[in-house]
Structures are given as structure tokens and as C-alpha cells.
């Protein structure tokens, strides 16, 4: 799947999952074409979760923004109000591995990351019970970046869930 953003909003796919999924994994390749904004701090979310009338920018997992640094991108995992948790840098112009998945261990909701061999990340995202239940995982991009000009290319989508 190929995606594109030049402006401020959303555009992708979303897949269907069970509702109240307790443990969920997803793995994809990416492929960022084109990464060019107004700003370099502008955030793009690439992987988000997603509920019945959430906004597709409030969810993120995985959230990708320009670097000083020519042809690479700097990766996070996020979610919520949670600081995001970050993943390192990973490159423009080349196939990247990614995964998330989520789990509740002792009532609390736990999502890990990790993109390349860089380092894993993971958010206590809170008690289960207070948080919306997801039922779709969206692939692409999402942004409230009013000069964007992102490219990306999505493969291999596989998601698990339980």
C-alpha cells in the first residue's frame, strides 16, 4: 500500500479487530519515499489504534518526525498523554522493519514497539478499565501539519490479536 499526505489530515486504512482486544501484535515493513514538511518537528503518526468515533489523530503508536540530520526520520512510540517513548533514528529511502503489540498484565494496559534493530520501547498505558476499547488498527499517515509532504509505502501488514 502506497500513502501520501500533503496536508493537514489523515489517509490510509483502517482493519477491523476484535472489540476489547486484550493482546494484540502487528508487524510491517515501511518505506518512506518522501519526508518533507515546513517545519522539522512536525509529527506524523504512521501505525495508530483506533475506536468506534475516535479521531484519527489522538491514538498514535507510532509516530515518525524529520531530523536534522538529511534522509533520516526520528521514531516514537506514543500513546495518550503518556511521554512518547523513543525509538531511535531509522532511514529515508529504505525498507524498515516495525512491530507493536499490546498486552494487560495485573489490570494495567501495556503497549511495546521496536522499528529496525533499534532499541524497544513501552508504555504503561494505564488501567484497562479506563481507557476506550480499541476495535480497528489504522496503517498511514495522520497529521495536524499544515505544510506537509509525506510518501510512504506500506508492506507486509500482519496483525494477531486475542
Known amino acids: 500500500m502506497a500513502t501520501m499526505l500533503s496536508g493537514p489530515g489523515n489517509t490510509g486504512v483502517n482493519f477491523d479487530v476484535a472489540r476489547d482486544v486484550s493482546r494484540l501484535r502487528c508487524e510491517l515493513e515501511l518505506f518512506f519515499d518522501k519526508t518533507e514538511s515546513a517545519d522539522a518537528g512536525d509529527v506524523v503518526g504512521i501505525a495508530q489504534l483506533d475506536y468506534q468515533g475516535s479521531n484519527l489523530y489522538t491514538v498514535p503508536v507510532l509516530r515518525a518526525k524529520r531530523t536534522g ?60 478499565a479506563m481507557l476506550p476499547r480499541f476495535d480497528r488498527v489504522f496503517f498511514g499517515l495522520a497529521a495536524f501539519a499544515p505544510k506537509i509532504d509525506w510518501r510512504v509505502r506500506y508492506d507486509n501488514l500482519v496483525c494477531r490479536w486475542q
Request: glycine share 16%; charged share 20%; aromatic share 8%.
Open 69 to 128: 540530520a538529511p534522509g533520516t526520520l526520528r521514531v516514537a512510540l506514543a500513546f495518550g498523554t503518556a511521554p512518547d517513548v523513543d525509538l531511535g533514528n531509522v532511514p529515508v529511502g529504505e525498507w524498515v522493519h516495525a512491530f507493536f503489540e499490546t498486552d494487560i498484565l495485573d489490570g494495567k494496559w501495556l503497549i511495546r514497539a521496536g522499528m529496525l534493530q533499534n532499541g524497544e520501547g513501552a508504555i504503561d498505558a494505564g488501567a484497562r
